[in-house]
């Protein structure tokens, strides 16, 4: 299964690298025009249904979900991202999978450097230099949430219902979903007005 998650990249590349042209067109001020930049308001959701396996990959800058993207130091920030963490330690009811689906999570992994884990090799401090050569560095935070469900009735899965992932983090504007399933492959965005994909 894992391997399945890890091609559906790659079979949907086309239609990445076509959204991410289009979105350097339109948005000269964003200094990330690459595919899978850090992109305030936009999350990314990977999600491969596989017989009785439901598997869900949330990648989201930090700033969607918890309003910032440093480390934590003061209480407040502390009770943001203890709060952000349990809402994420909670799949089943963030991503409204049906009851009938009788989904139980197998598997779960959240890493962020907010949460205090390792970050991955892209979360470092970008420092520039202005034209006066004072260094400005920019922290990119991400949240990862890798999820696998077991479902016992995989067919009562008809839909994937986004509303509660924008209810719970209003700042996620949109999020972008590759998604693998028995009746094919899509790629597509979803906003909070249309929250919910077809498997």
Do not use: W
């Not at 693998?180 to 077809?198: F, H, N, P, R």
Request: charged residues 20%; negative net charge; proline residues 5%.
């Amino acid at each position: 299964m894992r391997r399945l998650l890890l091609a559906l990249p790659f079979a949907l590349l086309p239609l990445a690298i076509a959204h991410a042209a289009e979105e350097h067109d339109h948005d000269h001020d964003h200094e990330h025009g690459s595919l899978g930049a850090h992109e305030h308001g936009v999350g990314r959701l990977n999600a491969a249904l596989d017989g009785q396996t439901l598997e869900l990959e949330l990648e989201s800058p930090a700033m969607n979900l918890v309003g910032f993207e440093h480390a934590a130091t003061s209480d407040a920030d502390k009770a943001k991202v203890a709060a952000a963490r349990a809402q994420l330690e909670n799949p089943l009811v963030l991503f409204s999978l049906p009851a009938a689906a009788g989904c139980k999570v197998a598997r779960q992994e959240l890493e962020s450097p907010l949460f205090g884990a390792k970050p991955d090799a892209d979360n470092h401090d970008d420092a520039e230099a202005d034209k006066d050569g004072h260094e400005h560095h920019h922290d990119h935070s991400e949240i990862h949430a890798h999820y696998q469900f077991t479902c016992a009735t995989p067919g009562a899965l008809k839909t994937l219902d986004l509303a509660n992932v924008f209810k719970t983090f209003p700042a996620t504007q949109k999020i972008q979903v590759q998604l693998i399933s028995a009746s094919g492959q899509q790629g597509t965005e979803v906003t909070a007005k249309a929250a919910a994909l077809k498997f």
